[in-house]
């Protein structure tokens, strides 16, 4: 049976937003659709097979995703193409994980990865960022934490909500990490190509024991579409595979088809797609950051990467820090949707995470009901 599972703040929040609500809270990419998928959509739909493919996906493009992040001797047998990254992280736990056994997962981080481990009969273990260190991982946190028992440790860079980016050293030391205590380091990097002022490492080739999600949705703006994957040794890879085959058979043709030709070539609309959309990202960010000096004060972290960033509740808004409190008071106050900080664990507590993924006039109208709420708060 699986067990009660409490829904996530992020959806709850979501659902308090009425008709005229400001969302900062949302995690996907507001864009419309790019010309050149729109171009690439008739071309596939018009030349292309549509039907089953093979359920790890289509060669050509399981190469292609795998020379990207594998480089040269990356192959189709490294990868599975899935039905989203969810389904990817899924689909591995799923493979992998026994009753039991212990994940560890960041804190604050994305809510998926402890609700799959324990949907699954998996034990749960937090690893501290702490916020007055910046939310940087520190892998002295991550070892103290290791037993005979752990058998994932997920990590992700950029994180999801702080933004933060794991450098090389510490991708180092955690693939040393794995091959010595014979767990899988399950490195999430579906945010890698949304940097800002510094490039987020693959942890890909620093042990034998590294898998590696990552996903069409944030990098090319394409959430709806549904297409993630997998990467790791072909001998893994083929037991997921095994797994992935009977949840889902494939990963929906039309879009492996557009990623495929997207892919074509070298890369060369891939790599154009992605740059305009970092630019653009990148742009949103230094608004949000300057909106949020101009008019409101308040501290926050730096997000190196990703498309959030971590503002703090002064004192005098609530002293206890409660922030999913506030959150919902602001829907109420001044309809501004955000996201509690402790959505994501308790680390996250006493900071509410803004989205930078929404329009530049959806963040200055947002960050200006933040201050009206501010200005109009009676201290608690």
């Not at 008019?295 to 971590?310: C, F, I, S």
Request: charged content about 25%.
């Amino acid at each position: 049976m699986i067990p009660d599972i409490l829904p996530s703040k992020i959806r709850e929040m979501h659902g308090l937003a009425g008709p005229h609500s400001v969302n900062l809270g949302l995690g996907q990419p507001v864009v419309g659709t790019p010309e050149i998928l729109e171009r690439l959509v008739r071309k596939a739909v018009s030349e292309d097979d549509l039907g089953y493919t093979s359920y790890a996906g289509i060669p050509d493009l399981r190469r292609a995703v795998a020379r990207e992040t594998c480089g040269p001797e990356g192959t189709e047998a490294h990868v599975s193409i899935t039905v989203g990254t969810t389904e990817a992280f899924f689909a591995t736990l799923l493979t992998l994980l026994e009753p039991g056994d212990e994940v560890l997962v960041p804190d604050p981080g994305f809510l998926l990865y402890q609700a799959v481990t324990r949907i699954l009969g998996g034990t749960t273990v937090y690893y501290p960022a702490y916020a007055a260190n910046g939310f940087r991982l520190q892998v002295d946190d991550i070892e103290a934490r290791l037993t005979d028992r752990t058998k994932l440790v997920v990590i992700n860079s950029p994180n999801n909500p702080t933004g933060q980016i794991i450098p090389e050293d510490a991708l180092d030391r955690l693939g040393r990490l794995a091959d010595q205590h014979d767990f899988y380091l399950l490195s999430d990097e579906v945010y890698r190509t949304l940097t800002y002022d510094t490039t987020a490492p693959s942890a890909w080739g620093r042990g034998d024991r590294v898998l590696v999600l990552n996903g069409a949705s944030k990098m090319f703006a394409m959430t709806g579409w549904r297409l993630g994957w997998i990467i790791g040794r072909p001998e893994v890879i083929d037991r997921i595979n095994i797994t992935h085959h009977y949840m889902v058979a494939c990963a929906p043709a039309i879009a492996q088809r557009v990623l495929q030709r997207l892919y074509a070539d070298g890369g060369k609309l891939a790599h154009h797609l992605r740059s305009g959309l970092q630019a653009e990202f990148a742009a949103r960010r230094e608004l949000l950051i300057a909106e949020i000096r101009k008019q409101l004060g308040w501290e926050y972290v730096e997000p190196a990467g990703a498309l959030y960033l971590m503002l703090r509740i002064p004192d005098e808004i609530t002293a206890s820090g409660d922030s999913e409190w506030v959150a919902k008071d602001m829907v109420r106050e001044q309809d501004v949707i955000t996201i509690p900080g402790n959505a994501f664990g308790s680390q996250g507590e006493g900071y509410l995470r803004l989205s930078f993924a929404v329009t530049g006039e959806t963040i200055r109208e947002g960050i200006r009901r933040i201050k009206n709420y501010a200005e109009h708060r009676i201290p608690v």
